[in-house]
């Protein structure tokens, strides 16, 4: 067990044990209230986790498309009693997590899409042709556990254990960072059987790419285009636009800014930015993750009241973070957060226009959604 960090003001540790389970994959508590931890043993008996995921490279778009077949045997909604989340606890099958309680928990998924240990001897071409390249999906996701309340939300946690899961994201930013093959780290949340949610405990993961993501690459694009035109911070000038037109800031903190983005793509959407150059939740300061944990449980909140949904209104969290080793200096950690409701009541479908052509068009304006979510946090 370590101690991972500390807040004098707060008197708060947040301590951080390593297991393994019956099947070698690593398990991490991340303990803010539970005491000195004794990872009892995983008494499961589990196969060795069997991947074969490979990497196809798309010509006509320039993108890598994984493929990992082993995935369409994962656990599909299973009911509350034989949630693979929910801690070990006496009358119930053994679940992912041994103890029968904790904090924070982070493991390798069992069926990932990504891993260290793929077959390294697959053909570098597909049918032998140049035109198709393929590489092994080396890389390595994990699921991260927000709390062991099987009817919680992540809205619903208090503002201590929001911090306890941005202290598991900066670790294993860091850890995955470090890894062979690894070129972008993206920690997500999908909540909501509307979006193809598996498990309904609440719960994100964090993929870690061997390739720079599409949305990246077009971002990294745009900012060097950016910073070649007129010398500036693309992230900065999008945060002076936004503070100045005002219209769409959600909430302003010391730190950080929430604003409904000018195009936004969805019909509910925000951005949560930091004011400094922060490449990654890593390089976070102590001030910074304070900020982050109250204002992001404060973003969540909102949605949830926008929509009267709570605490399970559906959508997605995605957290980008700047590549492992191209263009960090491009771009910094932001949250992208869009619900796939258009209205309570009402789904967002992507049509021909959105799915088949990728050409947005959005069902609100901006400013009018950003007015609604400051609205219902007064």
């Not at 950016?226 to 903190?253: I, N, P, S, Y």
Request: charged share 25%; aromatic share 8%; net charge negative.
């Amino acid at each position: 067990m370590s101690e991972l960090a500390s807040e004098s003001s707060a008197q708060r540790t947040i301590r951080r044990t390593a297991a393994r389970m019956a099947d070698g994959r690593e398990l991490i508590y991340f303990d803010d209230v539970t005491p000195d931890r004794v990872p009892p043993p995983d008494t499961r008996d589990l196969p060795k986790v069997q991947t074969g995921s490979i990497m196809r490279y798309d010509v006509l778009t320039g993108e890598w498309v994984a493929i990992a077949a082993h995935r369409q045997d994962r656990t599909f909604l299973p009911p509350a009693d034989a949630c693979p989340l929910c801690p070990t606890r006496q009358g119930r099958a053994p679940s992912e997590i041994p103890a029968s309680d904790y904090d924070v928990v982070v493991f390798e998924n069992r069926f990932p899409s990504f891993a260290q240990d793929v077959a390294t001897d697959v053909p570098t071409e597909v049918d032998g042709d140049p035109l198709w390249p393929q590489r092994p999906a080396v890389g390595r996701c994990e699921v991260v556990c927000f709390t062991s309340d099987h009817n919680s939300s992540f809205g619903a946690l208090p503002v201590d254990r929001v911090r306890t899961v941005i202290e598991a994201w900066a670790d294993r930013t860091a850890a995955l960072s470090a890894m062979p093959g690894v070129e972008q780290v993206f920690p997500f949340e999908n909540r909501g059987t509307e979006i193809g949610v598996t498990l309904e405990h609440p719960h994100g993961q964090i993929y870690a790419y061997p390739f720079v993501t599409p949305r990246t690459a077009q971002l990294l694009n745009r900012a060097a285009e950016h910073r070649q035109r007129t010398g500036r911070d693309l992230h900065d000038d999008v945060l002076a636009a936004e503070h100045k037109a005002g219209t769409r800031v959600v909430r302003e903190g010391t730190h950080f800014t929430v604003f409904v983005p000018a195009a936004a793509r969805w019909p509910v959407e925000a951005h949560l930015v930091p004011h400094r150059p922060v490449r990654d939740f890593a390089d976070l300061a102590e001030e910074e993750r304070a900020e982050l944990a109250e204002l992001y449980r404060d973003l969540l909140h909102r949605f949830e009241v926008y929509f009267d949904e709570a605490p399970h209104p559906p959508y997605i969290a995605g957290w980008h973070q700047a590549p492992v080793h191209t263009g960090r200096d491009l771009t910094r950690l932001h949250l992208r957060l869009f619900s796939l409701r258009r209205a309570p009541g009402k789904l967002k479908y992507l049509a021909g226009s959105e799915s088949g052509a990728g050409a947005w068009i959005n069902d609100a304006l901006p400013e009018r959604i950003a007015q609604r979510l400051r609205e219902v946090g007064s």
